[in-house]
């Protein structure tokens, strides 16, 4: 602004006239944010059979699902390639990347699961492929990526979650693709394996004070109960069978059909598992070589063997059974019960009066009947456990 005290065009000095000095203004460059965080959204569950997931960052979301399973890699890995990284100085390779590889095996088992609980945390990262590379753009030329981490964790291992998230917050850094990241765990969550499971059969009953979930894993057979009486699900009572799961029947069923008629007959425990997955009622095919065969009476001796020997898994049954009589509905889910003779067997179990298949020797009036219609199988109950989760409110506030 400028104030002309001269006569111009008729006016006196005392006026004053208000001219505007129009400055040349550049616009400003509006350039994107680099090196910030990239906030992600994790739901995992790392079982002993699969590793199974959703990762979300901004508007993009991936579905993982792959073994539970990954390789110390003697040597060099190709950096690009799904469930490759670098972390600890040490390369891995893991999921179906580990089987292309020399090197030690690490898998989910026993206390594998929370002990490697880091690898496979970054296993489920790295097989999330296309999430890393959009978050590879937020970065400047050479520097590293930063990931803030919001996680929802199913595991049996509840109890332990000190000791979970000491793990998860060691990671620091790992490298993908030739790019180097930075974790931070921003929020964990952890929950028992079958809760997702419970969120999707509360909208099926929405009106229930209880959810009842039988959940047959890989390696574990567990059977929780919820309470709905505050609006929101409270775990209430658990019971777990260690070595109840679908490995527990693959090897009792490979163990019998080797110690009969297969002499001599390479028996394939991933094999095995995919024809129980793929069974129908009374048929269960698997493929020889030279033949294809109903091995079905195998496995109906397998599961009386898996009943048998482990009384954990009565212990669990016997539990379900007691809420069966009390008129409770019962949720089959996991990925044991994907399988139509497994479902099917345990179903007729839980339904007879004594629970050892024999005729009850009580009077007709005096049986106790239990309704096979409070035994409700769940679709896609062997990811039910983490799209189930999907209905929960964000993390990420």
């Given at each position: 602004m400028t104030l002309e005290t001269q006569r111009v065009n008729g006016f006196t000095a005392s006026e004053s006239i208000i001219t505007e000095v129009v400055e040349t203004v550049k616009p400003k460059v509006q350039r994107k944010r680099t090196n910030a965080y990239c906030n992600l959204e994790i739901n995992l569950d790392a079982g002993a059979n699969h590793v199974k997931g959703i990762v979300k960052f901004a508007d993009i979301s991936q579905s993982i699902h792959f073994p539970s399973r990954a390789r110390i890699v003697d040597?060099?890995?190709?950096?690009?390639?799904?469930?490759?990284?670098?972390?600890?100085?040490?390369?891995?390779?893991?999921?179906?990347?580990?089987?292309?590889?020399?090197?030690?095996?690490?898998?989910?088992?026993?206390?594998?699961?929370?002990?490697?609980?880091?690898?496979?945390?970054?296993?489920?990262?790295?097989?999330?492929?296309?999430?890393?590379?959009?978050?590879?753009?937020?970065?400047?030329?050479?520097?590293?990526?930063?990931?803030?981490?919001?996680?929802?964790?199913?595991?049996?291992?509840?109890?332990?979650?000190?000791?979970?998230?000491?793990?998860?917050?060691?990671?620091?850094?790992?490298?993908?693709?030739?790019?180097?990241?930075?974790?931070?765990?921003?929020?964990?969550?952890?929950?028992?394996?079958?809760?997702?499971?419970?969120?999707?059969?509360?909208?099926?009953?929405?009106?229930?004070?209880?959810?009842?979930?039988?959940?047959?894993?890989?390696?574990?057979?567990?059977?929780?109960?919820?309470?709905?009486?505050?609006?929101?699900l409270d775990e209430r009572e658990r019971t777990i069978a260690d070595c109840g799961g679908i490995n527990a029947i693959v090897g009792a069923l490979q163990l019998g059909m080797s110690s009969k008629d297969n002499a001599g007959v390479q028996l394939y425990p991933e094999l095995l598992e995919k024809s129980l997955r793929v069974s129908a009622t009374k048929k269960v095919l698997y493929d020889f070589g030279s033949d294809i065969s109903n091995i079905f009476p195998a496995f109906t001796s397998a599961m009386s063997d898996w009943l048998r020997i482990n009384p954990q898994v009565q212990q669990v049954l016997k539990n379900v059974r007691f809420s069966l009589i009390n008129g409770e509905k019962i949720y089959l889910t996991g990925g044991g019960f994907s399988s139509a003779v497994i479902r099917e067997y345990v179903t007729d179990y839980l339904l007879r009066a004594n629970g050892v298949g024999t005729k009850s020797k009580r009077k007709k009036s005096d049986e106790i009947l239990i309704d096979k219609e409070l035994i409700i199988p769940l679709e896609n109950g062997h990811t039910l456990n983490i799209t189930g989760l999907q209905s929960l409110p964000s993390l990420i506030k």
């Open positions: 040597g060099e890995i190709s950096p690009d390639n799904v469930g490759n990284f670098a972390y600890d100085g040490t390369n891995y390779a893991s999921g179906k990347s580990a089987d292309y590889y020399k090197g030690e095996w690490l898998e989910a088992r026993e206390g594998n699961k929370i002990d490697y609980l880091d690898v496979w945390f970054l296993s489920a990262l790295t097989h999330a492929k296309k999430v890393l590379l959009e978050t590879g753009k937020r970065r400047k030329s050479n520097s590293i990526v930063k990931l803030r981490c919001y996680i929802r964790l199913l595991t049996l291992s509840k109890e332990r979650k000190g000791e979970i998230e000491k793990i998860l917050k060691s990671i620091a850094r790992f490298t993908f693709n030739n790019c180097e990241y930075e974790i931070t765990i921003a929020s964990l969550e952890v929950f028992t394996e079958g809760y997702g499971s419970a969120i999707a059969a509360l909208t099926l009953d929405e009106s229930a004070n209880r959810i009842n979930i039988l959940d047959m894993g890989g390696g574990t057979l567990s059977f929780t109960s919820y309470s709905n009486e505050f609006e929101e």
